[in-house]
């Protein structure tokens, strides 16, 4: 069992740059490939970004690249999401996400791969 708290939503304006963390407890944290989704209101939730076990290995959306950057630490038991120029439609909840027993190099895009969720954290992006 992996538990998954993040942090660092919040309310920013178009241009500005937020940094999400997503502390994980309950089992090794470096068997765990991570992900991060989001839903805005009205719409399903949606693939943002993705790091491998190994942490060598991410994948981004099309609608993120070039500004998100995800990262984990495995000391600290912690993924992270940099997000950079973050634009209106980056409105949403977060969520980080685990899939326990991941292969080393492999990310995972599908929101059915992962058997773990957070709570979520609000980020708003005003223009």
Known sequence: QVQLVESGGGLVQ?????RLSCAASGRAFSDVAMGWFRQAPGKE?????????????TNYAN??????????DNAKNTVYLQMNSLKPEDTAVYYCAG?????YYTT?????????????????VSS
Not at 14 to 18: E, F, M, R, V
Not at 63 to 72: D, P
Not at 99 to 103: D, E, G, I
């Open 14 to 18: 178009a241009g500005d740059s937020l």
């Open 45 to 57: 939730r949606e693939f943002v970004a993705t790091i491998s076990r190994s942490g060598s290995t």
């Open 99 to 103: 899939r326990p027993n991941a292969l």
């Open 63 to 72: 609608s993120v690249k070039g500004r998100f950057t995800i990262s984990r």
């Open 108 to 124: 995972y895009v599908l929101a059915q791969h992962y058997f773990y969720w957070g709570q979520g954290t609000q980020v708003t």
